[in-house]
Nanobody, 123 residues
Framework: QVQLVESGGGLVQAGTSLTLSCVAS????????AGWFRQVPEKDRELIGV????????LLKPFAKGRFTISRDNAKNTAYLQMDSLKPEDTATYYCAASIVSLPTGEHQFAYWGQGTQVTVSS
C-alpha cells in the first residue's frame, strides 16, 4: 500500500512559479511511476505528466511542455511538480498518483492517489 501526500499549493499571482511536492510512504516509489494530475470543478481529472522512478524519464502532456517540470528525489521518496509562468487557467486541485504501469496514460491506470492540493492563480 502506498500513501501519497501532496503539499505546496496555495494562492499565487500570475507569472510566478510554484513547486508541489508528493511524499510517498508505506512503500517506496522505486518500482512505480508517479504522475501529476489536475482537476477543476465539473471537469474530468487531467493528466499533466508522469515520471519513471527507476529511470527519471518524464513524459509531459503537450499543454504542460515548456512551463511544467516533473522530477523526483529518490532519497526523499518525493516527486515534484514545478510550475512556471503560472496562469489563472492553471487554477485547479493538483493530485499526485502512483501506478505500477511503466507508462500510464490514463487516470484508470493509477492505483494510488494523494488527497490533492489547491492551487489558485490570481490575475
Amino acid at each position: 500500500q502506498v500513501q501519497l501526500v501532496e503539499s505546496g499549493g496555495g494562492l499565487v499571482q500570475a507569472g510566478t512559479s510554484l513547486t508541489l511536492s508528493c511524499v510517498a510512504s508505506g512503500r517506496t516509489f522505486s518500482d512505480l511511476t508517479a504522475g501529476w494530475f489536475r482537476q477543476v470543478p465539473e471537469k474530468d481529472r487531467e493528466l499533466i505528466g508522469v515520471i519513471s522512478w527507476t529511470t527519471g524519464n518524464t513524459l509531459l502532456k503537450p499543454f504542460a511542455k515548456g512551463r511544467f517540470t516533473i522530477s523526483r528525489d529518490n532519497a526523499k521518496n518525493t516527486a515534484y511538480l514545478q510550475m512556471d509562468s503560472l496562469k489563472p487557467e492553471d487554477t485547479a486541485t493538483y493530485y499526485c498518483a502512483a501506478s505500477i504501469v511503466s507508462l500510464p496514460t490514463g487516470e484508470h491506470q493509477f492505483a494510488y492517489w494523494g488527497q490533492g492540493t489547491q492551487v489558485t492563480v490570481s490575475s
